[in-house]
T-cell receptor
Framework: DAGVIQSPRHEVTEMGQEVTLRCKPI?????LFWYRQTMMRGLELLIY????????DSGMPEDRFSAKMPNASFSTLKIQPSEPRDSAVYFC?????????????FGDGTRLSIL | AQTVTQSQPEMSVQEAETVTLSCTYD???????LFWYKQPPSRQMILVIR????KQQNATENRFSVNFQKAAKSFSLKISDSQLGDTAMYFC????????????WGAGTKLIIKP
């Protein structure tokens, strides 16, 4: 079975540009998570969807960040306008929201560099 | 507040040795699931092992085992016969109903296996 698929794997862009990160969760999973990982702050949960509905977006840093999940097989995380402090590795993870024993499965992450 | 503490920022051992990574957590819930994830330099997040709080028997996955002490809220990971490929960041995490199925993460321990 295919795992969580993220694209692009690397993104380098100049500040002020719009950045869109993409995620395809594992088929059948109904929960999707976006994380950001930096050396300074570690792994931070940005937003969590269940059945395509955002459940908790309290981790979204500011209005420049937005996330959507138009269907069960696709999600985007958008940053507009991007800033150098947004440079990080962004992970998408999915799980089957059925009980506590369902682990999250992670994609390979997108390394984002804002110049 | 629900928290996870990994008190060892970095550890290093010789290949073939046994190493134990510590993790303590805090929750008022009685039922929860505990996880160890591994993040090698390739940056993938890989599930290593998981443990249900109601199970007294410690989980084992090949060379990886846990020492789960519920009263002490401790969940340490033991790696036997360590291999160079075990070099990675190791994250401890847990999930409760109260956390709304979100993982509560520790800061991680960087483990280096020396040849």
């Amino acid at each position: 079975d295919a795992g969580v698929i993220q694209s692009p794997r690397h993104e380098v862009t100049e500040m002020g540009q719009e950045v869109t990160l993409r995620c395809k969760p594992i088929s059948g999973h109904n929960s999707l998570f976006w994380y950001r990982q930096t050396m300074m702050r570690g792994l931070e949960l940005l937003i969590y969807f269940n059945n395509n509905v955002p459940i908790d977006d309290s981790g979204m840093p500011e209005d420049r960040f937005s996330a959507k999940m138009p269907n069960a097989s696709f999600s985007t995380l958008k940053i507009q306008p991007s800033e150098p402090r947004d440079s990080a590795v962004y992970f998408c993870a999915s799980s089957f929201h059925r009980g506590l024993n369902q682990p999250q499965h992670f994609g390979d992450g997108t390394r984002l560099s804002i110049l | 507040a629900q928290t996870v503490t990994q008190s060892q920022p970095e550890m290093s051992v010789q290949e073939a040795e046994t190493v134990t990574l510590s993790c303590t957590y805090d929750t008022s819930e009685s039922n929860y699931y505990l996880f160890w994830y591994k993040q090698p330099p390739s940056r993938q997040m890989i599930l290593v092992i998981r443990q249900e709080a109601y199970k007294q028997q410690n989980a084992t996955e090949n060379r990886f085992s846990v020492n789960f002490q519920k009263a002490a809220k401790s969940f340490s990971l033991k790696i036997s016969d360590s291999q160079l490929g075990d070099t990675a960041m190791y994250f401890c995490a847990f999930m409760t109903y109260d956390s709304n199925y979100q993982l509560i993460w520790g800061a991680g321990t960087k483990l280096i296996i020396k040849p």
